[in-house]
């Protein structure tokens, strides 16, 4: 017998805390040479088995001496996700490289092409799972025949992505970016009985952001994330408020609303400082699933830092020409 089931790739509320997960295009598309950044996310706590999810990264922005003006970017990505009763869970390692085009001498337009290759791998853990064939109408034997057959219980797979980014700052005042990925390019198979009736779709992920002073304390900030996978579609607008207490040292706070279409309603605030970024983030739970969880969704933490090399110093040794 065979019954339907559906599944959702990791995600987070806090997208802009996450942005290898949406395009490989993204991977050197800052400013600095190095960035470091986790993001986790727990959900559901109100129900008896709360889903978390956890994830890493750390890239690099090179430039080799062939290139004249543009660079490439490497990165790493480590994602882990734990889901239900029976601990269902998801762990992927990608290798991330791109191409990073200089537009304008000025830096103020940069556009990318990346690719990443991931090594993944989906398993539950058997011990705990229950079945009706181990009930004996009054008590649980865990030491009766389920019934059920796997051939295993984990499952690894490859999985190949692609996607660009562009960044363009105009008169110094608006910053646009745009991100575009293609996920699942192989739609590789998942399966634990050894057929092929299971198959991830390939998802496309559009990611825009702007932002623009509209004083010379506080910026606006408008974000959306449009994804596609198979027949679903998912539509996530954001806008928040930057408010600096020292511009300078890009010292902020930020105070922001997303909506996610008939599922969460999500509060999102935000700290940083120099090349700092830090943000966090609650899901008031909106859908049906309401009944089980109170409207208590997910809290979501996550933090960025871009580390830049300092400049060496040389001791310039001149002639002063009135000794000459």
Not at 5 to 32: A, K
Not at 100 to 118: E, W
Not at 120 to 142: E, P
Not at 306 to 316: A, E, L, Q
Request: aromatic share 14%.
């Amino acid at each position: 017998m065979f019954k339907v089931s559906f599944g959702q790739d990791i995600h987070f509320s806090q997208f802009n805390g996450s942005l290898l997960n949406l395009t490989p295009g993204f991977t050197g598309l800052f400013n600095g040479d190095f960035r470091v950044g986790a993001i986790y996310r727990s959900q559901w706590q109100a129900v008896p088995v709360p889903y978390s999810t956890f994830s890493m990264n750390g890239e690099a922005r090179i430039k080799p001496k062939q290139l004249v003006k543009d660079m490439v970017g490497v990165g790493l990505v480590f994602n882990s996700d734990k889901a239900g009763d029976s601990r269902y869970g998801t762990t992927q390692l990608y290798a991330n490289g791109s191409y990073i085009f200089l537009g304008k001498p000025d830096s103020t337009l940069l556009f990318t092409l990346g690719m990443n290759l991931g090594w993944c791998q989906v398993g539950f853990d058997y011990d705990k799972m229950t079945f009706d064939s181990q009930f004996d109408g009054v008590n649980y034997n865990k030491t009766t025949a389920s019934g059920e057959n796997f051939d295993w219980t984990k499952y690894n797979y490859a999985d190949v992505n692609l996607g660009t980014g562009i960044q363009y700052i105009l008169d110094n005042k608006h910053r646009f970016t745009v991100g575009l990925g293609f996920h699942h390019l192989t739609s590789p198979v998942i399966t634990y009985q050894g057929n092929k009736l299971s198959k991830l779709d390939f998802k496309m992920t559009n990611y825009l952001s702007y932002s623009t002073p509209i004083n010379q304390k506080v910026d606006v900030i408008a974000e959306a994330l449009i994804s596609k996978q198979a027949k679903n579609y998912e539509i996530i607008p954001h806008s928040s408020l930057k408010y600096y207490f020292n511009k300078d040292d890009n010292k902020a706070v930020l105070a922001g609303l997303c909506l996610r279409a008939r599922d969460a309603v999500v509060f999102r605030f935000g700290y940083t400082h120099k090349t700092l970024q830090s943000g966090i983030a609650y899901d008031i739970n909106t859908s049906k699933f309401t009944a089980a969880t109170n409207r208590r969704g997910a809290f979501e933490i996550f933090v960025n830092y871009v580390i830049s090399r300092k400049p060496s110093n040389f001791v310039k040794k001149r002639v002063c020409p009135v000794f000459m």
